[in-house]
């Protein structure tokens, strides 16, 4: 009855049978509002929410309440996966109101879409202090109705401080050796040093700050950032968090210690821990790290890869209970003492009890456990926990699955080539290469597309290989340029550097302030009541920090002063925030070190077919320089312009040495003796010892 039907976002299509006349986010639905002169209610959410799945089934999904949201409002749904300009203002809105929030968002409008009462979760009775849906909704439709002139001040005054609010941009320029120091120090008083991670509950993983201190340790030898590094990388990997049948990670742990995860599975966090794993590996050779990298890989190709080659958004923290028939979070992934003796008999039960850590009591609800590595478990031939793991996960295959939101989204694809495409690299996968070079396939033959005769477009989503509405974000132009840019030092195949390239371009003449500043949607995108900007790392990339870093890698593989001028004036917020709040600077940090570094500039050249190209090649992958850039390619038979030099400048005059493939390495305009020995190549590019490699 309502108008989500025909829409692409399986979260808004969960709601297409509500009793709710809900509208999709758009013009007509103001228009309505202001014709029947009533508020907005925007409902904000996405498909993987446990509390949105909640909330709708206590109040959207009753016919009472429904009736008097159709009645008293217009009733706006967004996906904030396909919307996240949306979320983020209205986002902003209700923290400065509230001082905090979440997901679903609930706030209602003016029908100039000006928002004056806020809030997250309502239930359906009062509770805790909360009000009920039902008084929230008879309190703001009497507010509308009888005190409509202070509804409008307050309205106006929210969006003026909305409107009035500066970035605290800082200098635009880029952080020093200093302000990377400080920012180590000031995550080292956060540091959780008995259980690894940052901060108390909910502990979420911090993967791009991860990233950062591996890059620091490369670049300044720090023991002690790649101490933090591993450790919790070791303690998550270990915890209730990662899936220790299926691999891949859950969305948080809602205690400290990683034992009982929140289970929603997301694309970008498994994108992101799967290349900090590969990382790790790349710098200690852990095998633990090994594992991890290639499960979670292995996860991501398995359980999120769609028909048409790309990435689906996120895996549902409820499935269906078989005890109950209802919805429960967890009833996938939890087991039982007596479960597992159900499926491994009584003497494997019991070993795997002991080994995954799970007890009569239950770590987790009605007696269930999420299965662990705890560090006291007993020591047990690997052959025969693999055996179990198998057969545990055969079992659980035939529990109800959790959900999966099937929207692709562009920036998180993004992630998912970059991961893949060096997982396949550094563990000779090139299956995994496959993978991450037919999702960027799609993100090219789908997601760039043209409108009103002007250059194409990236767009944010699509689903069933049909492009959405929605234009994409800054976080999408340089999530997916990372992607590109990885994928062409991987392969060798440069027209992944021009596609990059035409991105970062339109980064440079749509998203960029005068000042350098970057903002999260294009000059010419759908005006909202305040232009979107934020610079801070939360569970992804931010936008800026995204492209900040894709510039940075883009001007070293092409000499581009613009590109590289921009990348080091939007890295100025680091410089800002760095020092601060690290925990939420993380990529910029990351970034920042890679341009402390140089990056360094790795030009392999040689025949296709040679193996001593493929070892050079491979050396240059595995350097730990941080932010190094790779290109491989063959050179002219007469000396001339190579083959491959038109895709990878880098590769320009690049010759054999004495007629054997060789390397070359340049950083601050300076080059190193060109060398066919890997090992050189490797002291050349500072490859941490005990590297993968």
């Known amino acids: 009855m309502n108008r989500l039907a025909g829409v692409t976002s399986p979260y808004l299509l969960q709601h297409a049978d509500n009793p709710v006349d809900w509208w999709p986010w758009a013009p007509e639905a103001f228009e309505e509002a202001k014709r029947r002169d009533v508020p907005v209610l ?16 206590e109040s959207f999904e009753d016919d009472d309440t429904a009736a008097y949201m159709n009645e008293h409002f217009v009733n706006v749904k967004v996906d904030r996966e396909e919307r996240p300009d949306v979320d983020a203002v209205y986002m902003e809105a209700v923290q400065a109101a509230t001082g905090q929030g979440g997901w679903p968002m609930t706030v209602f409008l003016t029908p100039d879409a000006e928002p004056f009462y806020f809030g997250t979760y309502f239930p ?19 507010a509308w109705t009888g005190r409509r002139g202070e509804v409008a001040e307050v309205a106006q005054r929210i969006t003026q401080d909305l409107a009035g609010r500066q970035l605290d941009y800082g200098r635009a320029a880029a952080p020093g050796p200093e302000e990377a120091a400080q920012a180590l120090l000031a995550l080292t008083r956060e540091y959780d040093a008995a259980r690894g991670g940052f901060g108390g509950a909910p502990k979420f993983p911090p993967s791009m700050v991860l990233e950062f201190l591996l890059r620091h340790h490369a670049r300044t030898g720090a023991e002690g950032a790649l101490q933090m590094a591993a450790d919790t990388c070791e303690a998550m990997a270990r915890g209730g968090i990662y899936d220790q049948l299926g691999g891949g990670f859950a969305r948080y742990s809602v205690d400290r210690e990683w034992v009982v995860p929140h289970f929603e599975k997301m694309l970008y966090d498994n994108a992101l821990l799967c290349r900090v794993y590969a990382h790790l590996w790349r710098a200690t050779g852990s095998d633990l790290a090994r594992r991890v990298a290639l499960e979670t890989a292995d996860f991501m190709v398995r359980e999120l890869r769609t028909p048409e080659g790309g990435f689906a958004s996120a895996l549902d923290a409820d499935s269906e209970d078989p005890r ?38 239950g770590t987790f609800e009605h007696g269930a456990s999420v299965l662990r590595l705890p560090q006291d478990g007993p020591v047990v031939d690997a052959g025969r926990i693999a055996g179990i793991r198998q057969r545990l996960l055969a079992a659980r295959a035939a529990r109800p699955a959790p959900g999966r939101d099937d929207k692709v989204v562009a920036a998180w694809n993004g992630l998912a080539v970059a991961a893949l495409a060096e997982c396949g690299a550094y563990f000779d996968r090139p299956d995994l290469v496959e993978r991450a070079t037919e999702a960027a396939d799609l993100l090219v033959r789908v997601h760039f597309r043209a409108e ?11 689903k069933d290989g049909q492009v959405g509405a929605n234009a994409g974000v800054l976080e999408d132009y340089g999530d997916v340029a990372e992607g590109f840019l990885a994928l062409a030092a991987v392969t060798g195949e440069g027209v992944w550097l021009e596609f990059a390239g035409f991105l ?10 005068e000042d350098g500043s970057l903002y999260d949607t294009a000059h010419d995108a759908e005006r909202l009541i305040r232009r979107p900007q934020d610079p801070t790392d939360t569970a992804a990339p931010s936008g800026w920090t995204a492209a900040a870093g894709a510039l940075l890698s883009y001007a070293a593989h092409t000499g581009s002063e613009a590109h590289r001028t921009a990348a080091e004036r939007a890295l100025g917020v680091v410089r800002a925030l760095g020092p601060r709040v690290p925990r939420f600077i993380g990529h910029g ?9 140089g990056p360094r500039e790795v030009a392999v050249v040689g025949r296709p077919d040679d193996p001593a190209r493929a070892e050079l090649h491979r050396a240059a992958l595995l350097a730990t320089a941080p932010g190094a850039v790779v290109a491989v390619g063959e050179p002219a038979a007469d000396g001339g312009p190579g083959a491959d030099e038109g895709e990878f400048p880098l590769l320009a005059g690049r010759t054999p040495v004495e007629g054997r493939a060789a390397a070359y390495v340049c950083r601050h305009f300076v080059c190193a003796r060109p060398t066919a020995d890997p090992v050189e190549l490797a002291a050349q590019l500072g490859t941490a010892a005990g590297s993968g490699s």
């Open 324 to 361: 109950t028939g209802k919805p429960a979070e967890g009833a996938y992934y939890a087991w039982t003492p007596a479960q597992l003796e159900e499926v491994l008999g009584a003497e494997d039960g019991a070993l795997a009890a002991a080994c995954f850590g799970v007890t009569q009591e």
């Open 42 to 57: 925007l409902s904000v959410g996405y498909s993987a929410c446990h509390w949105c799945h909640v909330m709708a089934h």
């Open 124 to 142: 359906p009775e009062p509770r805790h202090g909360m009000p009920s849906f039902t008084q929230v909704l008879e309190g703001i439709s009497t």
């Open 504 to 513: 970062l371009d339109l980064v440079l003449d749509r998203f960029t302030a």
């Open 452 to 462: 009103d005769g002007r250059a194409p477009r990236l767009a944010r989503t699509s």
């Open 589 to 597: 940090l990351a970034v920042a070190e890679a341009l402390l570094d």
